[in-house]
Every structure is written in structure tokens, then in C-alpha cells.
């Protein structure tokens, strides 16, 4: 078993936390912005707060007892717990409130900002920098994060001005096969389906497994909505885009 140093434990714990804070934030101003008051953003941002702060202390004490096991003769908590939360998000998306915030003006570029803290996936670097994470795990993973994390605000800020619609497709499709890329590796190589020295074992007990049981989901499901939010999100009209010809000024 490893236990890393403790600036190690607040940087994972920080960042996890920051895109979950980030989230009811943006769910908060997405009923405002709906015009449903202030009671209801409260109450949605509350709940999921409460929502996302419950499984992340439920996460932790799984791992806490070892159940998030690795070895292939065990059940394979850690994909299971991720995937049911994962669906979870998803499903409470539906919820009328919820529906309603997400589809509220301004909802696309709101989503982008959890995503801005994903620059704390440099924590990987410093597992490997250490020996304990195999580099065809760690590497992708925080190197990917990071990206994401830089872009994230630049994808934001364009989609806010009006533009920025296609780079914020792009910038999620990046953004889930970072994820993917990472969680896969992380699999084979955690559960030593792939022979690599040393193992990814560590994602199993804390405070790593508190990344793919509840960040990871997390941000799937951010990418996921806001993909769904922007398709559904009226287009500028051409005039409010600017003439069609550069140079010529609309009549």
C-alpha cells in the first residue's frame, strides 16, 4: 500500500472538490438564468452538492476497506461504481428543474468551467515522477488533463462571445477520449491485464480511487450534457453574426 505525501492528498481532494463547487455553480446560474428564482437555484445547487459530497465520502470509505480491489479475483468494484454514478448523473439530468437549468441561455459555455480544474491531473506526473504509476498510464492521463484544464477557459470564453460553437465540439470530444484513453489504460494496467512495472494498483486505494469513481464520472457526464445542451441551443442568426462577405456592410 502507498501513501502519498500530503500535498499530494490536497491536491486530488482540491481539485475534485473544485469541479464539483464548479458544477452547482453552474447549475445554480443556469435556474437563475431560466428564471425560476432564487429558492429553486438554491435548492438544485444544494442538492447536488449534497448529491455529489455524499458519494465522494461513500467512495472513499469503499476504498478505505479495500473493495475497490484490483486483483482479477475479485469483484471489479471500481468500473461498477463509476459506471452506476456515471448513469446516475445522467438520469437525475432529466429531472424537470435540472432540464430546465441546463437549457437555460449562457448553459453551454457554463459547463466548460469544471472542466478548468482538470489542470490539477498534474498529480499523476508526480505519482510517476515517484514510481508508482506506469508511465503508458500516467503520462496520458496527466498530460491529457492538463490540456483539457488550459482549454477549457479559452473554449468558454469563445462560446460566451458567440462563437466558438465547432471548438467546443472539438474541445469535448478531445475532453472524453482524454477520459476514455485514461480510464482504459488505467484498467489494463491496474488490473495487470497488461505486464507493466510498476503496476496502476494505487488507483485502487485513496486517494487516487477518488478519481475514477467520482471525478471521472463527473466530468463524462459534464461533457456529455453540455454536447447535448449545445446541439440543442438555437445558432446565431446570420446577422447577428456579421455581413456574409467580408467588407460589406449589411443593408
Not at 15 to 31: E, H, M, N, R
Request: proline letters at 8%.
Amino acid at each position: 500500500m502507498y501513501d502519498p505525501p500530503a500535498y499530494l492528498w490536497a491536491l486530488i481532494i482540491a481539485g475534485t472538490s473544485a469541479i464539483a463547487v464548479a458544477t452547482c455553480v453552474a447549475l445554480y446560474g443556469g435556474v437563475m438564468r431560466a428564471g425560476l428564482g432564487r429558492r429553486r437555484a438554491a435548492l438544485l445547487a444544494g442538492a447536488t452538492a449534497v448529491l455529489l459530497g455524499g458519494w465522494l465520502a461513500a467512495s472513499a470509505t469503499i476504498a478505505g476497506y479495500g473493495w475497490y480491489d484490483t486483483r482479477l479475483s475479485q469483484v471489479p468494484w471500481m468500473p461498477i461504481a463509476a459506471a452506476g454514478f456515471l448513469a446516475v448523473l445522467l438520469a437525475l439530468s432529466k429531472i424537470p428543474v435540472a432540464a430546465r437549468a441546463l437549457a437555460a441561455p449562457g448553459m453551454p459555455s457554463r459547463l466548460l468551467s469544471p472542466h478548468s480544474f482538470r489542470v490539477a491531473g498534474v498529480f499523476f506526473l508526480f505519482y510517476l515522477a515517484f514510481g508508482h504509476l506506469p508511465a503508458l498510464f500516467a503520462l496520458p492521463a496527466g498530460l491529457g488533463d492538463i490540456a483539457v484544464g488550459i482549454a477549457a477557459p479559452l473554449a468558454a470564453r469563445k462560446l460566451a462571445q458567440g462563437t466558438g460553437r465547432r471548438a467546443t465540439l472539438w474541445f469535448n470530444a478531445f475532453g472524453i477520449t482524454d477520459l476514455v484513453v485514461a480510464g482504459t489504460l488505467g484498467a489494463l494496467t491496474g488490473y495487470q491485464l497488461l505486464n507493466v512495472t510498476p503496476s496502476a494498483a494505487p488507483i485502487s486505494e485513496l486517494p487516487l480511487a477518488l478519481v475514477p469513481t467520482v471525478t471521472v464520472p463527473l466530468l463524462l457526464a459534464l461533457h456529455v450534457t453540455s454536447v447535448i445542451t449545445l446541439a440543442r441551443a438555437p445558432r446565431p442568426a446570420p446577422s447577428a453574426a456579421g455581413p456574409l462577405i467580408p467588407g460589406v456592410a449589411s443593408a
